[in-house]
Nanobody, 118 residues
Framework: QVQLVESGGGLVQPGGSLRLSCAAS????????MRWYRQAPGKERELVAR????????NYADSVKGRFTISRDNAKNTLYLQMNSLKPEETAMYYC???????????WGQGTQVTVSS
């Protein structure tokens, strides 16, 4: 029932921008905080950004502050991550996450690949 589906990844040049989307279904999206994580090959999963249920409170990893913006459209059941001034080291699989989702458990999307390369 609960499903999170990321999209919007792709190949971008250093300094470029990309907007990721996460389509949520099977639960009352507007009631839950959401997060974006990323994981590069051989590295641990990293928390990138978080947003509360209403969208009024956000938080970012220090490495992306000022460049990334997390947002949500509760009417469309969609979470977004706007990524600007992308760096090669930010090449990773990006995942949408509901950390305290329905039944008190975490839910994850399948991920979308972001490759930053010239």
């Amino acid at each position: 029932q609960v499903q999170l589906v990321e999209s919007g990844g792709g190949l971008v040049q250093p300094g470029g921008s990309l907007r990721l989307s996460c389509a949520a279904s099977g639960f009352t999206f507007s009631s839950y905080a959401m997060r974006w994580y990323r994981q590069a090959p051989g590295k641990e999963r990293e928390l990138v950004a978080r947003i509360n249920s209403s969208g009024l409170s956000t938080n970012y990893a220090d490495s992306v502050k000022g460049r990334f913006t997390i947002s949500r459209d509760n009417a469309k059941n969609t979470l977004y991550l706007q990524m600007n001034s992308l760096k090669p080291e930010e090449t990773a699989m990006y995942y949408c996450n509901a950390p305290y989702g329905p039944n008190g458990r975490a839910y994850w999307g399948q991920g979308t690949q972001v490759t930053v390369s010239s």
